[in-house]
């Protein structure tokens, strides 16, 4: 008789734990800034901004690109497609940082040089793989442009005999342009 109330004690112990599940939550961040990028854990949305699509008659290309920037922190990106179209428009497609400068995405910091002035200064570069830009939407008309971005950017230092002595890695993640305003320019 121990031995079936032990096991159903054990059976109820099973049901009641079954029915007892973690709550998840899943949360999405939204944003109606024009520019908006996590670096680093730390949420930038620039004060300063500029967008422009250019096309090149002789090398049959355009090329997006964009600006912004806070505080000492500026994100430039420029993306160049071969393109026989002397539009206002962009391609939308997925575009990847690869060994070649179609793409190209930067992190830049204001640091004091040796003169004391403040100048932005490069931070790491972003290699093959590590970086994409998407373009989801373009009104032609209007002149705006929505998309997606994220990358990583490494820089190794050195010390006097050539040794590595640290690396900086800026995250830049969850980026995102929306209805961000571009000029036209054809050449």
């Known amino acids: 008789m121990k031995r079936i109330s032990l096991i159903a004690i054990v059976f109820s112990a099973v049901l009641l734990l079954q029915n007892c599940k973690k709550d998840t939550y899943t949360a999405t961040a939204s944003t109606t800034s024009t520019l908006y990028a996590v670096i680093n854990d730390t949420t930038w949305t620039p ?70 002035n403040y100048v932005f200064v490069q931070q790491g570069t972003v290699a093959p793989g590590s970086g994409t830009l998407t373009v989801t939407a373009v009104d032609s008309v209007k002149k705006v442009i929505t998309g997606t971005f994220s990358f990583t950017a490494k820089q190794n230092n050195y010390d006097n005999n050539g040794n590595i002595t640290s690396v900086f890695v800026a995250n830049v993640f969850f980026g995102s342009f929306n209805k961000m305003p571009y000029s036209f320019v054809s050449n």
């Open 47 to 116: 004060d300063t901004l500029s967008a422009s699509i250019t096309y090149n008659s002789v090398a049959k290309t355009k090329v997006f690109s964009f600006s912004g920037q806070i505080l000492g922190k500026q994100i430039n990106a420029a993306v160049t497609k071969s393109s026989g179209s002397n539009t206002p428009g962009f391609p939308l497609a997925t575009y990847n940082v690869n060994n070649t400068s179609n793409v190209v995405l930067t992190y830049f910091n204001k640091q004091k040089n040796s003169s004391g």
